[in-house]
C-alpha cells in the first residue's frame, strides 16, 4: 500500500522534521523527492490539538510506507513537545525515585505513564516516542541528560525501561530505545560538540550497556553521538561499524532497527549528505535529521533508498494496542496518587 500523492517508489531511510505548524510548498515539494520513512515533531510544530492532527495526517501522504513513522520527544519533565496535555509527564528522575522508595510503585508508575503518553500521543497520529531513555546517571554527566535518567543504578534504569516499553506499545506507540550504547558519562552536550567517553569495555559493561541488553528486543535503537576511544579512536557510535557491529547487535544483542540521533547536531562533521552516507554505511538503518532546513534536506535527496531489510522489517514491526478510554482514566487517576 502506497500513499496515494506519490509515485510508487521505496522510501528513503529518513526521519526528517519541517519547519513550523503546517507545510509550505517548498517543503511539499522536497518531500515529494525525498520519500521519506517518517517525521519528527518538535514544539515549533505543535500549536493545539486541532493542527496538530491536520500536519499529522499531512506529513503520512509525503511518505510511501503504509503507515508512516512519526516520532515525538515527549519524554516529560523539561522535555515536552506538547504542552496542553490534562496528564504531563514527569522527568524520569521523578519516576526513578519513586522506584527507589518502593519498586513496585515506581514500576506501575513507569508503565501507566507511558500507556497514558502513546494514548495522547496516538489521538494525533504519532507512532513513536523517543523513549525510554536507558542512559544510567553518573556524578559528572552533562545537563542535557541530568534528571531525564531514570537512576544511578543500571537495574533500576533496565527495570523502568522495560516497564514504559510495555505501557508505551499498550498504548498503541513504539518506543525508541537510547542512546546506545549509553549517553549517562558523557560531560559534553553532543548537540554542540562531540563528546568522548574513555572507559575500558569491561566498565561499560558493567554499567552502561545493561539496560539496553536487559531491552534487547525493543524494536527501534537511537544511537549516540559520543567517541568511546577504547570502542573506536576514530568514530563516534553512530559512524562507527564496529560499534554498532560487535557491540550494539553482537555484545548487547539488540535486535531492533538502528536510528541515528538526529545528523544536523555538531557533534557531527561534514555536509548532510556527507553524514547522512557516513552513519548509513556504519550501519544505521534510519536517520534522524530534525532541523527542517530545506537547504539541509536538500542535500539528503542524493541518500540511497531504504534497503529490502529494513523495507521488510519496518513493514513488520510488533503488533501494538490500542488504548481504552475507561482504561486511560483509571491510569491517569492511578498516576495522580503514585506521584502526587
Same mark, same amino acid.
Given at each position: 500500500?502506497?500513499?496515494?500523492?506519490?509515485?510508487?517508489?521505496?522510501?528513503?531511510?529518513?526521519?526528517?522534521?519541517?519547519? +513550523?505548524?503546517?507545510?509550505?510548498?517548498?517543503?511539499?515539494?522536497?518531500?515529494?523527492?525525498?520519500?521519506?520513512?517518517?517525521?519528527?515533531?518538535?514544539?515549533?510544530?505543535? %500549536?493545539?490539538?486541532?493542527?496538530?492532527?491536520?500536519?499529522?495526517?499531512?506529513?503520512?501522504?509525503?511518505?510511501?510506507?503504509?503507515?508512516?513513522?512519526?516520532?515525538?520527544?515527549?519524554?516529560?519533565?523539561?522535555?515536552?513537545?506538547?504542552?496542553?496535555?490534562?496528564?504531563?509527564?514527569?522527568?524520569?528522575?521523578?519516576? +526513578?525515585?519513586?522506584?527507589?522508595?518502593?519498586?513496585?510503585?515506581?514500576?506501575?508508575?513507569?508503565?501507566?505513564? +507511558?500507556?497514558?503518553?502513546?494514548? $495522547?500521543?496516538?489521538?494525533?497520529?504519532?507512532?513513536?516516542?523517543?523513549?525510554?531513555?536507558?542512559?544510567?546517571?553518573?556524578?559528572?554527566?552533562?545537563?542535557?541528560?541530568?534528571?531525564?535518567?531514570?537512576?544511578?543504578?543500571?537495574?533500576?534504569?533496565?527495570?523502568?525501561?522495560?516497564?514504559?516499553?510495555?505501557?508505551?506499545?499498550?498504548?498503541?506507540?513504539?518506543?525508541?530505545?537510547?542512546? !546506545?550504547?549509553?549517553?549517562?558519562?558523557?560531560?559534553?552536550?553532543?548537540?554542540?560538540?562531540?563528546?568522548?567517553?574513555? %572507559?575500558?569495555?569491561?566498565?561499560?559493561?558493567?554499567?552502561?550497556?545493561?539496560?539496553?541488553?536487559?531491552?534487547?528486543?525493543?524494536?527501534?535503537?537511537?544511537?549516540?553521538?559520543? &567517541?568511546?576511544?577504547?570502542?573506536?579512536?576514530?568514530?563516534?557510535?553512530?559512524?562507527?561499524?564496529?560499534?554498532?557491529?560487535?557491540?550494539?547487535?553482537?555484545? *548487547?544483542? &539488540?535486535?531492533?532497527?538502528?536510528?541515528?540521533?538526529?545528523?544536523?547536531? $555538531?557533534?557531527? %562533521?561534514?555536509? *548532510? !549528505?556527507?553524514?547522512?552516507?557516513? !552513519?548509513?554505511?556504519? +550501519?544505521?538503518?534510519?536517520?534522524?535529521?530534525?532541523?527542517?532546513?530545506?537547504?539541509?534536506?536538500?542535500?539528503?535527496?542524493?541518500?540511497?533508498?531504504?534497503?529490502?531489510?529494513?523495507?521488510?522489517?519496518?513493514?513488520?514491526?510488533?503488533?501494538?494496542?490500542?488504548?481504552?478510554?475507561?482504561? &486511560? %482514566?483509571?491510569?491517569?487517576?492511578?498516576?495522580?496518587?503514585?506521584?502526587?
Amino acid at each position: 500500500m502506497v500513499a496515494g500523492m506519490l509515485a510508487v517508489k521505496k522510501p528513503k531511510p529518513l526521519i526528517v522534521g519541517v519547519e +513550523g505548524t503546517q507545510l509550505t510548498d517548498g517543503e511539499k515539494t522536497l518531500l515529494r523527492h525525498l520519500a521519506p520513512v517518517g517525521f519528527i515533531l518538535f514544539k515549533r510544530n505543535c %500549536q493545539n490539538a486541532g493542527q496538530l492532527k491536520a500536519l499529522c495526517d499531512e506529513l503520512k501522504t509525503f511518505s510511501p510506507m503504509a503507515d508512516p513513522l512519526i516520532f515525538i520527544d515527549q519524554e516529560g519533565g523539561r522535555v515536552n513537545r506538547i504542552d496542553w496535555e490534562d496528564y504531563m509527564a514527569p522527568a524520569g528522575r521523578t519516576i +526513578g525515585d519513586l522506584y527507589k522508595q518502593n519498586p513496585d510503585k515506581g514500576l506501575k508508575a513507569a508503565q501507566l505513564n +507511558g500507556y497514558v503518553l502513546a494514548a $495522547q500521543l496516538k489521538e494525533y497520529g504519532i507512532n513513536v516516542n523517543c523513549l525510554p531513555l536507558a542512559d544510567v546517571a553518573t556524578e559528572s554527566m552533562h545537563d542535557v541528560i541530568g534528571d531525564r535518567a531514570f537512576s544511578n543504578n543500571p537495574q533500576e534504569v533496565a527495570a523502568l525501561c522495560a516497564a514504559t516499553i510495555s505501557g508505551l506499545m499498550a498504548g498503541g506507540v513504539y518506543p525508541i530505545i537510547k542512546h !546506545a550504547p549509553g549517553h549517562g558519562r558523557a560531560q559534553a552536550d553532543s548537540h554542540l560538540e562531540l563528546p568522548a567517553v574513555d %572507559q575500558p569495555l569491561s566498565a561499560l559493561k558493567a554499567q552502561d550497556f545493561l539496560p539496553f541488553t536487559a531491552n534487547k528486543e525493543c524494536p527501534l535503537v537511537m544511537t549516540a553521538h559520543i &567517541l568511546y576511544p577504547q570502542l573506536d579512536p576514530e568514530n563516534c557510535a553512530t559512524n562507527s561499524p564496529f560499534i554498532i557491529d560487535e557491540i550494539l547487535k553482537k555484545e *548487547m544483542g &539488540l535486535t531492533g532497527l538502528i536510528v541515528s540521533d538526529d545528523i544536523n547536531m $555538531q557533534a557531527l %562533521q561534514g555536509n *548532510m !549528505a556527507e553524514r547522512a552516507n557516513k !552513519a548509513l554505511n556504519a +550501519g544505521c538503518d534510519l536517520l534522524l535529521h530534525c532541523s527542517g532546513k530545506l537547504a539541509e534536506l536538500e542535500q539528503l535527496k542524493t541518500v540511497p533508498d531504504v534497503t529490502d531489510d529494513v523495507l521488510n522489517t519496518l513493514e513488520n514491526l510488533p503488533p501494538l494496542g490500542k488504548a481504552n478510554a475507561e482504561l &486511560l %482514566q483509571q491510569a491517569k487517576e492511578e498516576l495522580k496518587e503514585l506521584l502526587g
